[in-house]
């Protein structure tokens, strides 16, 4: 968020496509830091961009919503929308409604590893956020090696990255709270080792690579 506060100094009309569209839990953050600049909050616009739902709600609508209410609130002018996209690769700039006056700002949450199981997949997205002429991208992603060819090397690897993790959860402590949420993320890390280890093809979506090879 720091990164796109600062790329937004000074900008009156922003917008954030976010690739990765779940609880909107970044958002607020960032619309409070923008309330409170010295010059007055710009116009914010938000993209979200998020897969069908899966049990008839209208998730992405309901992530609007809240985010709506908050920036009444604090007195942010806010315009939301919602875009269902089966796959990133499947996007195109012209369908995000870009303004002129706009300064823009592409946000991806561990979505990009996904698409290098689509054949030019990732070229595609990237040629989309080329043609939207973002401030800046911000990415994150899994810094791991779990793309490789030979099951056993992509065993090994996934073995000591999550090792890693599942200890990291332990050193959280045991009162209830903490441990409702490591059962959640014990059943979301473990889908995950199930997929690396276990898929292959296109079925294999988790596919972690590391920082040198997201750069060559």
Not at 184 to 201: P, R
Request: with cysteine; glycine share 6%.
């Amino acid at each position: 968020n720091q990164a796109i506060l600062e790329a937004f100094e000074g900008k009156k009309r922003v917008h954030v496509i976010d690739f990765s569209m779940k609880q909107g839990m970044q958002w607020p953050a960032l619309m409070q830091a923008l309330a409170l600049r010295p010059e007055g909050a710009p116009s914010f616009r938000l993209t979200g961009i998020g897969p069908p739902s899966t049990d008839n709600t209208d998730h992405l609508h309901e992530v609007g919503w809240k985010l709506a209410q908050l920036a009444e609130t604090i007195h942010v002018e806010f315009e939301y929308r919602g875009f269902v996209a089966n796959s990133l690769a499947d996007l195109d700039a012209s369908m995000l409604e870009l303004r002129e006056a706009e300064s823009v700002a592409v946000n991806s949450v561990f979505e990009l590893h996904g698409l290098l199981a689509r054949p030019g997949g990732i070229e595609r997205v990237l040629s989309a956020v080329k043609d939207m002429k973002p401030e800046i991208v911000t990415i994150v992603e899994q810094e791991a090696n779990h793309n490789g060819p030979v099951f056993l090397d992509r065993f090994t690897e996934s073995l000591h990255y999550y090792s890693t993790l599942f200890d990291s959860l332990e050193g959280c402590g045991a009162s209830p709270v903490n441990s409702q949420d490591k059962l959640m993320s014990e059943v979301y890390l473990g889908q995950q080792i199930c997929n690396v280890v276990a898929c292959e093809g296109p079925e294999r979506l988790e596919r972690h690579e590391t920082l040198a090879q997201w750069r060559a």
